[in-house]
């Protein structure tokens, strides 16, 4: 018998809006917890009718933290459907791009959203448990940190235009060149990003060793993983093709990221607007995977770039070369792939094709259909548009990154509530950890949720004294 139910509404330090409920048995114990995400934004059905070629600058609008994920993902979309594959200068601006948004992202979400949980414990004051404390307490960190996600954003701003909703990359390349004295200027704060990354490194490491105990019983548990890799399976985060692996590390598939709809299906349930995709193959939920930085170094054989290949051998060594299943190892995850992001940006500025104008091919055949794969911050984001002959979208599907994570980031929920609360008094400190389930998966809500068909709905018509009088619903 469930004897009452804990509600954490708003779940914080989050992009979006999402709340946990958790349902206790009479003896204090926990029956099972919920992640409910609680909004809608159904931006697949808002771009029917638009042009092929704006949704570059359309589906940034869907997040302001990685408005350059889906630019870029809109945008190779439309070199699929148009025929009109970038010259190879626009693919190595756009991948830089692409490198600058990931630092960012990750950068702000280890030092600012998780930090707190990190640097100043569970089970501190929530008054100060935040990224104002973080700078009280350690403000040294908090400059360095400020100035990692800047050196990030600066990339996206010179390029682009903009740090948030960039105006850069256009079917079949990009707008513009790189001239000399933005790419030395980039080039002259990669090693400070560098060096504050390793100190993210040293931090997370110090912490993982203080808090092993933590670490092995905090949601840990089995699951596919799931990324783009490059032909020797190295870690790519712009362009390759998706590898999928057990949780035995046995790769089950490799595919061209294009043909992603004879591999996922989406499994829907009523307490959630976002849905749960799987391994076709496996069915639900014995198909379930991880993406994102977890997903990515699991999926993953090595690293391209000196510096992150290392940190990633010691990675794989935590659980001796199997995958790693601890979800607080997401915030490891992401500072490796901080310092590949930050590596392969020198290598692409040094690349002798940077500086080049040949950056727009202008040869488009209309061939109806076109999907754009890339791994943003969060995981694997597919952007699908189909078009009648003008160019003018038919239908849309998207498969955001944060979607991926649902089931496992549901699972972390119940896990942690069951792990951590048991008995009658529950501490703040211990709803805190399961809000932390969530955190670690660095979820973006608000780009994820999507429908089929009619969203439901139900409205209950009142008079002034609460009285109801009329309840209209529709696919209840």
């Known amino acids: 018998?469930?004897?009452?139910?804990?509600?954490?509404?708003?779940?914080?330090?989050?992009?979006?809006?999402?709340?946990?409920?958790?349902?206790?048995?009479?003896?204090?114990?926990?029956?099972?917890?919920?992640l409910h995400i609680n909004e809608f934004r159904g931006f697949e059905k808002f771009c029917e009718g638009?042009?092929?070629?704006?949704?570059?600058?359309?589906?940034?609008?869907?997040?302001?933290?990685?408005?350059?994920?889906?630019?870029?993902?809109?945008?190779?979309?439309?070199?699929?459907?148009?025929?009109?594959?970038?010259?190879?200068?626009?693919?190595?601006?756009?991948?830089?791009?692409?490198?600058?948004?990931?630092?960012?992202?990750?950068?702000?979400?280890?030092?600012?959203?998780?930090?707190?949980?990190?640097?100043?414990?569970?089970?501190?004051?929530?008054?100060?448990r935040n990224v104002v404390g973080l700078i009280q307490t350690a403000p040294d960190i908090a400059v360095k940190a400020?100035?990692?996600?800047?050196?990030?954003?600066?990339?996206?701003?010179?390029?682009?235009?903009?740090?948030?909703?960039?105006?850069?990359?256009?079917?079949?390349?990009?707008?513009?060149a790189l001239s000399q004295e933005d790419r030395d200027a980039i080039l002259a704060g990669v090693d400070q990003a560098i060096a504050t990354t390793q100190l993210g490194v040293q931090i997370m490491r110090d912490w993982a060793e203080k808090n092993a105990e933590d670490i092995q019983k905090f949601a840990v548990f089995p699951t596919g993983y799931f990324g783009l890799v490059t032909p020797n399976n190295s870690l790519?985060?712009?362009?390759?093709?998706?590898?999928l692996i057990d949780r035995n590390r046995q790769q089950l598939e490799k595919f061209d990221g294009r043909n992603y709809l004879d591999y996922i299906a989406e499994h829907v349930e009523s307490w959630t607007y976002l849905k749960f995709p799987y391994y076709k193959k496996m069915g639900y939920p014995q198909g379930v995977y991880r993406v994102g930085p977890l997903g990515r170094l699991n999926a993953s054989d090595q690293i391209s770039t000196p510096i992150a290949n290392e940190e990633h051998k010691r990675f794989k060594a935590l659980n001796n070369g199997a995958p790693v299943e601890n979800t607080l190892y997401f915030h490891y995850a992401r500072l490796i792939e901080i310092l590949f992001a930050i590596e392969k940006a020198r290598e692409l500025l040094e690349d002798e094709d940077i500086l080049s104008n040949d950056v727009l091919n202008t040869r488009q055949t209309n061939k109806g259909?076109?999907?754009?794969?890339?791994?943003?911050?969060?995981?694997?984001?597919?952007?699908?548009?189909?078009?009648?002959?003008?160019?003018?979208?038919?239908k849309v599907n998207l498969i955001v990154a944060t979607g991926h994570n649902n089931w496992a980031m549901t699972e972390a929920v119940?896990?942690?509530?069951?792990?951590?609360?048991?008995?009658?008094?529950?501490?703040?400190?211990?709803?805190?950890?399961?809000?932390?389930?969530?955190?670690?998966?660095?979820?973006?809500?608000?780009?994820?949720?999507?429908?089929?068909?009619?969203?439901?709905?139900?409205?209950?018509?009142?008079?002034?004294?609460?009285?109801?009088?009329?309840?209209?619903?529709?696919?209840?």
């Open 1 to 34: 018998m469930v004897a009452k139910k804990i509600t954490i509404e708003p779940v914080t330090r989050i992009e979006g809006h999402a709340k946990i409920t958790i349902r206790m048995k009479d003896d204090g114990k926990v029956d099972h917890a919920y």
């Open 50 to 128: 638009r042009m092929v070629f704006e949704m570059p600058m359309i589906t940034p609008r869907i997040c302001g933290i990685c408005p350059v994920s889906h630019h870029l993902a809109a945008a190779k979309a439309g070199d699929d459907l148009l025929s009109c594959p970038p010259p190879r200068p626009a693919s190595l601006l756009r991948e830089l791009m692409h490198m600058g948004q990931v630092i960012q992202s990750h950068g702000m979400h280890f030092f600012e959203l998780a930090g707190p949980d990190l640097l100043l414990g569970f089970d501190a004051d929530p008054a100060v």
């Open 146 to 176: 400020v100035q990692l996600r800047k050196f990030g954003q600066d990339i996206i701003y010179r390029l682009g235009g903009r740090r948030i909703h960039p105006v850069f990359a256009i079917p079949g390349g990009v707008n513009k």
């Open 236 to 243: 790519e985060l712009y362009d390759g093709d998706i590898r």
């Open 369 to 394: 259909e076109g999907v754009g794969v890339i791994e943003a911050p969060r995981g694997t984001l597919f952007h699908h548009y189909w078009a009648n002959e003008d160019g003018k979208l038919t």
């Open 414 to 476: 119940d896990s942690v509530a069951k792990t951590y609360i048991d008995g009658n008094e529950v501490r703040e400190g211990l709803l805190n950890r399961v809000e932390a389930a969530v955190r670690a998966h660095d979820p973006c809500l608000s780009c994820s949720t999507h429908a089929v068909g009619q969203m439901p709905m139900v409205i209950d018509i009142v008079d002034s004294q609460g009285h109801l009088l009329q309840t209209l619903s529709r696919n209840p």
